[in-house]
T-cell receptor
Framework: DTGVSQDPRHKITKRGQNVTFRCDPI?????LYWYRQTLGQGPEFLTY????????KSRLLSDRFSAERPKGSFSTLEIQRTEQGDSAMYLC????????????FGQGTRLTVV | DAKTTQPPSMDCAEGRAANLPCNHS???????VYWYRQIHSQGPQYIIH???NNETNEMASLIITEDRKSSTLILPHATLRDTAVYYC????????????FGKGTRLSVIA
């Protein structure tokens, strides 16, 4: 499978715990995006990487959220001190570094904070 | 904020064409129209995109009006598996900006 891969697919955690999600983009895709989606809403943009550089962050990305892409390949999204409001689907997408190109999404990580 | 307007829901009979409208009256000259769909509990799936000419691929056709202020996604023979939320998105040519999703149109294909 050469699509975008996300791990884990599901995560249940207690409030206050830290969680980390991983995204493996399509090989050679330079651009990587993280989104969050809550029930009944469209995906909301969180942050964007061009290779290892984090170029854009949404105001939704509070201080408790941090994303990295250290070698320009896979990326991690960490949430510290989780809150019940963090419960959502976290989606990763990647695209090639060229104009008017489509982005491809992974299947997402569903986080439930109890 | 999303720069597009879509009806919240539509129904379509199985085997018939599904025509999903989208208004993007503030679209700029270098912005493309993208369509994605999301089947329940899955990640969004790319369908098609275009600038000003009509586009067709194995999944769908995209018809963009001459003034580019609106477009229609056409699924020529809808099946039950096409039941999903369909998102119309306007995005700059460079492609280095994130896709901004609205609430989309929930298409229900009925047997």
């Amino acid at each position: 499978d050469t699509g975008v891969s996300q791990d884990p697919r599901h995560k249940i955690t207690k409030r206050g715990q830290n969680v980390t999600f991983r995204c493996d983009p399509i090989s050679e895709h330079n651009r990587l995006y993280w989104y969050r989606q809550t029930l009944g809403q469209g995906p909301e943009f969180l942050t964007y990487f061009q290779n290892e550089a984090q170029l854009e962050k949404s105001r939704l990305l509070s201080d408790r959220f941090s994303a990295e892409r250290p070698k320009g390949s896979f990326s991690t999204l960490e949430i510290q001190r989780t809150e019940q409001g963090d419960s959502a689907m976290y989606l990763c997408a990647s695209s090639a570094d060229r104009a008017s190109t489509e982005a491809f999404f992974g299947q997402g990580t569903r986080l439930t904070v109890v | 904020d999303a720069k597009t307007t879509q009806p919240p829901s539509m129904d379509c009979a199985e085997g018939r064409a599904a025509n999903l409208p989208c208004n993007h009256s503030t679209i700029s000259g270098n912005e493309y129209v993208y369509w994605y769909r999301q089947i329940h509990s899955q990640g969004p799936q790319y369908i098609i995109h275009g600038l000003k000419n009509n586009e067709t691929n194995e999944m769908a056709s995209l018809i963009i009006t001459e003034d580019r202020k609106s477009s229609t996604l056409i699924l020529p023979h809808a099946t039950l598996r096409d039941t999903a939320v369909y998102y119309c998105i306007v995005r700059g040519y460079s492609g280095n900006t994130p896709l901004v999703f609205g609430k989309g149109t929930r298409l229900s294909v009925i047997a």
